[in-house]
């Protein structure tokens, strides 16, 4: 049973520069959500996507938007990084919406920004 | 921003001995709930207590929820090395299906 991956492992962009993060769901899970961990810092909830749409969205700048595909994988893309995008993004996965639910979370793609 | 903070921030113990994490949070809550993460990874699901549940019990963890002072503690009782990690706490800030978390502690479990 596979968990919830990610890729790339790791990325480094300049500023100015688009980039995309990808994200597959564990099996069975319908449900994305995306999250940014700056370091020292706790994780904070960019957007959530379900039956291919946002749901949810925390406070994050539009540079920052997503998709989520059929197959229930999703994208993250931030364009004109800013060093202050640099950190770790981490993708959840769970089942539904609408209810208290415990969210899976794949090991996460580190993004520097020079 | 944060809703929940952490308590201690850092904490270093011996193992076998008890390890208390404390988290304290702002708004009404549906459920808590903590994670662990090893070395700036992935965060690994630990426990959820509902905020009609008091105190809940998985294994060497034993997790306490007090609405009233909004706040939960994560006791891990008879640490081990391999416990060392940080922790976090998150809520679902009243009913929205996004997690909010706190800094973290970072545990440390020494041999």
């Known amino acids: 049973d596979a968990g919830v991956t990610q890729s790339p492992t790791h990325l480094i962009k300049t500023r100015g520069q688009q980039v995309t993060l990808r994200c597959s769901p564990k099996s069975g899970h319908d449900t994305v959500s995306w999250y940014q961990q700056a370091l020292g810092q706790g994780p904070q909830f960019i957007f959530q996507?379900?039956?291919?749409?946002?749901?949810q969205r925390g406070n994050f700048p539009d540079r920052f938007s997503g998709h989520q595909f059929p197959n229930y994988s999703s994208e993250l893309n931030v364009n004109a990084l800013l060093l202050g995008d640099s950190a770790l993004y981490l993708c959840a996965s769970s089942l539904g919406v609408g209810r208290i639910r415990e969210q899976f979370f794949g090991p996460g793609t580190r993004l520097t920004v020079l | 921003s944060q809703q929940g903070e952490e308590d201690p921030q850092a904490l270093s113990i011996q193992e076998g001995e008890n390890a208390t994490m404390n988290c304290s949070y702002k708004?009404?809550?549906?459920?808590l709930q903590w994670y662990r993460q090893n070395s700036g990874r992935g965060l690994v699901h630990l426990i959820l207590i509902r905020s009609n549940e008091r105190e809940k019990h998985s294994g060497r963890l034993r997790v306490t929820l007090d609405t009233s002072k909004k706040s939960s503690s994560l006791l891990i009782t008879a640490s081990r090395a391999a416990d060392t990690a940080s922790y976090f706490c998150?809520?679902?800030?009243?009913?929205?299906?996004?997690?909010?978390f706190g800094k973290g502690t970072k545990l440390t479990v020494n041999p």
């Open positions: 996507y379900y039956e291919e749409e946002e749901r």
């Open positions: 708004t009404s809550i549906n459920n």
């Open positions: 998150a809520t679902d800030g009243g009913g929205s299906e996004k997690l909010v």
